[in-house]
C-alpha cells in the first residue's frame, strides 16, 4: 500500500551557512559600521542582537533573505521574544523542527475534510498518509502544498 510522511525538518548544515552569510553580509554593510551587532547560532536557535530596535529589524531581514537563498523556508523561525540588555536589544529566533500534535492534528484533519481515499495518521513528530492508489497520495500532497500553514513541510519516505 502506498505511503509517505509529512515532516517538518531543517537541514542544520544550511542554516549554519545562511548565518555566516548573513554574518558576512552585516560585516560589509555600510550602516553598520562602528555599531555593535552580531548574529549568533546556538543549539536552542539564533540569537540577533544591535544597538537600536530598527537595526534589529534589519538583521532579522538579512538573516531571512541568506535563508532564502539557502532555500531554507523563513516560516522555520520563531520569534522567542526580546530582551534589552546594557546598551544591545537582542532578539531570541527558535528553529522550528517536527509537527506538533496541535498542527498534527490540524493536518489530519483537513485531510479527512477533503474526503480523499487516503488514511492519516499522527506518528510521533510526523504524520503517515497511506492510500490505494499513487494519484491519491498526489493529491493530498497538493492540497496540502496549498494550505496556508505556518510551518514548513516536507513529504518524504515516499513508498510503492
Not at 509529512?6 to 552585516?26: C, F, G, P, W, Y
Not at 490540524?106 to 492519516?120: C, E, L
Given at each position: 500500500?502506498?505511503?509517505?510522511?509529512?515532516?517538518?525538518?531543517?537541514?542544520?548544515?544550511?542554516?549554519?551557512?545562511?548565518?555566516?552569510?548573513?554574518?558576512?553580509?552585516?560585516?560589509?554593510?555600510?550602516?553598520?559600521?562602528?555599531?555593535?551587532?552580531?548574529?549568533?547560532?546556538?543549539?536552542?536557535?539564533?540569537?540577533?542582537?544591535?544597538?537600536?530596535?530598527?537595526?534589529?529589524?534589519?538583521?532579522l531581514d538579512m538573516l531571512?533573505?541568506?535563508?532564502?537563498?539557502?532555500?531554507?523556508?523563513?516560516?522555520?523561525?520563531?520569534?522567542?521574544?526580546?530582551?534589552?540588555?546594557?546598551?544591545?536589544?537582542?532578539?531570541?529566533?527558535?528553529?522550528?523542527?517536527?509537527?506538533?500534535?496541535?498542527?498534527?492534528?490540524?493536518?489530519?484533519?483537513?485531510?479527512?475534510?477533503?474526503?480523499?481515499?487516503?488514511?492519516?495518521?499522527?506518528?510521533?513528530?510526523?504524520?503517515?498518509?497511506?492510500?490505494?492508489?499513487?494519484?491519491?497520495?498526489?493529491?493530498?500532497?497538493?492540497?496540502?502544498?496549498?494550505?496556508?500553514?505556518?510551518?514548513p513541510l516536507q513529504f518524504?519516505?515516499?513508498?510503492?
Open positions: 500500500m502506498p505511503s509517505f510522511d509529512i515532516v517538518s525538518e531543517i537541514d542544520m548544515h544550511e542554516v549554519t551557512n545562511a548565518v555566516d552569510q548573513a554574518k558576512r553580509e552585516l560585516g560589509n554593510r555600510w550602516d553598520f559600521k562602528n555599531v555593535e551587532a552580531d548574529i549568533e547560532l546556538d543549539d536552542k536557535g539564533i540569537t540577533i542582537s544591535a544597538e537600536q530596535e530598527f537595526q534589529l529589524e534589519q538583521l531571512r533573505m541568506a535563508f532564502a537563498k539557502r532555500n531554507i523556508d523563513a516560516r522555520a523561525l520563531a520569534e522567542d521574544g526580546d530582551s534589552k540588555s546594557g546598551k544591545l536589544v537582542k532578539q531570541h529566533l527558535l528553529l522550528k523542527q517536527g509537527i506538533e500534535t496541535d498542527m498534527a492534528k490540524k493536518i489530519v484533519k483537513m485531510i479527512k475534510d477533503q474526503k480523499m481515499k487516503v488514511q492519516a495518521s499522527i506518528q510521533g513528530d510526523k504524520v503517515r498518509v497511506t492510500g490505494k492508489k499513487r494519484d491519491d497520495l498526489q493529491e493530498a500532497i497538493a492540497m496540502l502544498r496549498e494550505a496556508e500553514l505556518d510551518i518524504n519516505n515516499f513508498r510503492d
